[in-house]
């Protein structure tokens, strides 16, 4: 079993910046792709950013070239890096991580950004 701790979510005015983090702990054999999601109010979650255990990264076009996704697997942790945050970023973010073809989901943490 894999548990997922979140951190990094607040409140921030639109053009600034946030860094998340989700460490993976238990018992982990192997993880392989690390991801991010989010959920707007009153929308489906969708994908965010990928990054695989190789660093092959692929991000949703609306967050390209602001977000970067990055891990370190010695740590088993992941990170998402948001700059120039716009309010349509605003929403509950998800990290997920596939660990020998399972899945798991962390608690989500929320992102909030005011115009």
């Known amino acids: 079993q894999v548990q997922l701790v979140e951190s990094g979510g607040g409140l921030v005015q639109a053009g600034g910046s946030l860094r998340l983090s989700c460490a993976a702990s238990?018992?982990?054999?192997?993880?392989?792709?690390m991801g991010w999601y989010r959920q707007a109010p009153g929308k489906q979650r969708e994908l965010v950013a990928l990054i695989t255990r190789a660093g092959t990264t692929n991000y949703a076009d609306s967050v390209k070239s602001r977000f970067t996704i990055a891990r370190d697997n010695a740590k088993n942790t992941v990170y998402l890096q948001m700059n120039s945050l716009k309010p349509e970023d605003t929403g509950v973010y998800y990290c997920?991580?596939?660990?020998?073809?399972?899945?798991?989901w962390g608690q989500g943490t929320q992102v909030t950004v005011s115009s």
């Open positions: 238990g018992i982990i054999i192997r993880i392989n792709t």
């Open positions: 997920n991580v596939d660990s020998i073809s399972i899945n798991y």
